[in-house]
């Protein structure tokens, strides 16, 4: 029931910013200058326990990729509903993905995690390349990612 209704408040926070206790969060992905094709991104994430509470977004649009995001796709299933709205197209190595979305209070200092699972077309894929907890005291702070993400941060 709890995941429920987290999921429900992250889904509300992202979809009508108004009604629920939300607040303007931007996340900045920078890439290593790899040196392969454009980066598939999912942003989601997950409750104290590990369990799948939802996605915040999907960098790249072909979805016989989606796979390679082997964690997000083990969570959802590969379900196309968990990421209508919220696509954008790959990212370059080296390039930066930069996102503001509107996340539900009750996400930080909660247990919540944001995960970024990476796959690039030819390289090896990296499930759970970042995994952060949501916390304001983390806000601001650098994540260095396995592969392909040099770093990521979260502003509030």
């Known amino acids: 029931m709890k995941s429920i209704l987290a999921a429900l408040a992250l889904t509300t926070a992202l979809t009508l910013p108004g009604v629920a ?7 900045t992905t920078m890439l290593t200058p790899y ?3 454009g980066a598939y991104l999912a942003l989601y994430v997950t409750d104290a326990s590990g369990t799948y509470v939802g996605s915040l ?8 990729y989606y796979e ?7 969570a959802t299933g590969g379900d ?13 190595a080296g390039r930066t ?3 503001t979305l509107d996340l539900a209070d009750a ?21 759970n ?3 952060v907890p949501l916390t304001t005291d983390g806000a601001g702070t650098p994540v260095k990612g396995r592969r392909y993400v040099a770093s990521f941060t979260y502003d509030m």
């Open 107 to 127: 996400l930080f200092d909660a247990g919540y995690t944001l995960h970024i699972d990476a796959a690039v077309e030819n390289m090896r894929d990296s499930p």
């Open 97 to 99: 993905l930069e996102i």
């Open 68 to 74: 390679h995001l082997t964690d997000w796709y083990r």
């Open 80 to 92: 196309p509903a968990q990421i209508n709205g919220i696509t954008g197209a790959s990212v370059g």
């Open 21 to 27: 206790m939300a607040r303007p969060v931007t996340l």
């Open 35 to 37: 040196g392969g094709d």
């Open 129 to 131: 390349e970042v995994a």
């Open 57 to 64: 977004w999907m960098a790249g649009g072909k979805s016989k």
